[in-house]
């Protein structure tokens, strides 16, 4: 009876004994593979990461470089119209400094309008219809010679022609003001001929 017992107890020994092998062999096999597969994630991790932080990167320096690009765009958008204003108001103060420096001027003893008289005064229409809130002063002129009343006769009719031709290119006549300052106001104060027909004129003033 202890022989048998005897055995029993070596047999459950040895049984436990491949019990544990078994175990410590499964461990030997099971925990590398869990250490390989959580290093591969870690990896996979590292290189997602790795990709996508680049990508990031690019995509804010392309929106940075598309701000900047749009900026510098508005910018020169802004130049162009701050130029573009300043010619425009060149280009009108040219204009306006023509219409009042270039006078319409007449023969001796005269009221009549010639070619070139015509040619003047159809620029300045055109500079009235452009700019028909202004109002403007026609001034009749002459030279020194005659008397005082005669010359401010004649440069009342010399005033007075300018305007109506004015009125007949489509200006509103009551746009249009006109006086006369005979011979009191010579451009030229010389006492020749070029003088003379430099101060038979009508002056324009834009009030």
């Given at each position: 009876m202890v022989a048998v017992f005897g055995k029993l107890t070596l047999f459950t020994r040895r049984k436990e004994m491949k019990k544990r092998l078994f175990v410590v062999l499964a461990m030997m096999f099971v925990i590398p593979g869990l250490l390989f597969t959580a290093s591969c994630a870690k990896k996979a991790v590292k290189s997602d990461a790795a990709v996508a932080a680049p990508s990031d990167d690019a995509a804010k320096k392309a929106a940075a470089e598309r701000a900047r690009q749009e900026e510098l765009a508005r910018q020169k958008a802004l130049e162009e119209a701050r130029l573009k204003e300043e010619a425009a108001k060149r280009e009108a103060m040219a204009a306006r400094n023509k219409f009042m420096n270039e006078n319409v001027h007449f023969a001796f003893d005269s009221?009549?309008?010639d070619a070139t008289a015509q040619n003047v005064l159809k620029?300045?229409?055109?500079?009235?219809?452009?700019n028909p809130k202004d109002q403007v002063i026609i001034e009749g002129h002459c030279d020194e010679r005659g008397?005082?009343?005669y010359n401010l006769a004649l440069g009342e009719r010399r005033a007075v022609a300018a305007k109506n031709f004015l009125t007949n290119?489509?200006?509103p006549a009551a746009s249009m003001t006109t006086v006369s300052y005979g011979k009191e106001r010579p451009i030229d104060p010389g006492h020749n001929e070029q003088a003379w027909a430099k101060n038979r004129r009508a002056h324009f003033v834009i009030k």
């Open positions: 009221s009549a309008l620029d300045k229409a055109a500079f009235m219809k452009a008397t005082v009343a290119m489509g200006i």
